[in-house]
C-alpha cells in the first residue's frame, strides 16, 4: 500500500533564510509525487509535481523539491522565505497502477516569523 | 475555467438530519475525488469516480455515507443520518489523470450540532 509521511508537524523559519520541508513515501513501482499548499480556509493548491526526469523540480512561488530515490524523499525547499509563504504544505503519493489516487501526508505547518 | 465548484460553503445542521453535499468537477476531467479534513485525521480520501463510476469507496467511514455521480458534471455526497462526528472540512477534487495531479474545490465546511 502506498503512504506518506510528514515528520514534522510544525516547522518554523525567520523570512530570508532557506526552509526545508521534509516529505517521505512509499509506493509500488515509481512514484508520482506531488506537493499542495493549504492557506486558512481555502482548498488545496498544487505547487509542484515529480512524474519522471530531472530529479529537482521546479514549482509555483519559487518553491522547488528534491527527489531521491534511493531514500524515497521528497523534501521541499525554498531558498529564501517568505512570511506570505505560511501555511499548511502537503506532499502527496500516486503510483503508475494506483487508479489515480493520491496519498497525502498529515500536513506540516510552516510559519515565517518576520 | 471556474475550476470545482462545491456547495453549500457552509452547513449547520442537527444530529440526525440529512446533509447532502453538492460538486461540479472541471469540465473533461475524468476523475472525481471525494476527501474529509479533520484536525485529528488529516485528509482522508473517501470515495472516488473514473468516468462517473465508483472505483473505490473503501474509505467511506459508514454505510450513513453515500456517493453519486450521475454524470460528468454533477457530483453528491450525501449523509443519513448525521452524527457529531461528521463535522469536518469536505473537499472535492477533479482531475486528468493521475500524473497531472488535482485540482481542488474551495470544500463545504459541516458543522453537525
Known amino acids: 500500500a502506498q503512504s506518506v509521511a510528514q515528520p514534522e508537524d510544525q516547522v518554523n523559519v525567520a523570512e530570508g533564510n532557506p526552509l526545508t520541508v521534509k516529505c517521505t513515501y512509499s509506493v509500488s513501482g515509481n512514484p508520482y509525487l506531488f506537493w499542495y499548499v493549504q492557506y486558512p480556509n481555502r482548498g488545496l493548491q498544487f505547487l509542484l509535481k515529480y512524474i519522471t526526469g530531472d530529479n529537482l523540480v521546479k514549482g509555483s512561488y519559487g518553491f522547488e523539491a528534491e527527489f531521491n530515490k534511493s531514500q524515497t524523499s521528497f523534501h521541499l525547499k525554498k531558498p529564501s522565505a517568505l512570511v506570505s509563504d505560511s501555511a499548511l504544505y502537503f506532499c502527496a503519493v500516486s503510483g503508475y497502477n494506483q487508479g489515480g489516487k493520491l496519498i497525502f501526508g498529515q500536513g506540516t505547518e510552516l510559519s515565517v516569523k518576520p | 475555467d471556474a475550476g470545482v465548484i462545491q456547495s453549500p460553503r457552509h452547513e449547520v445542521t442537527e444530529m440526525g438530519q440529512e446533509v447532502t453535499l453538492r460538486c461540479k468537477p472541471i469540465?473533461?476531467?475524468?476523475?472525481l475525488f471525494w476527501y474529509r479534513q479533520t484536525m485529528m485525521r488529516g485528509l482522508e480520501l473517501l470515495i472516488y469516480?473514473?468516468?462517473?463510476?465508483?472505483?473505490?469507496d473503501s474509505g467511506m467511514p459508514e454505510d450513513r455515507f453515500s456517493a453519486k455521480m450521475p454524470n460528468a458534471s454533477f457530483s453528491t455526497l450525501k449523509i443519513q443520518p448525521s452524527e457529531p462526528r461528521d463535522s469536518a472540512v469536505y473537499f472535492c477534487a477533479s482531475s486528468q489523470q493521475s500524473f497531472y495531479g488535482y485540482t481542488f474545490g474551495s470544500g463545504t465546511r459541516l458543522t453537525v450540532v
Open positions: 469516480f473514473n468516468n462517473n463510476v465508483p472505483i473505490d
Open positions: 469540465s473533461g476531467h475524468d476523475y
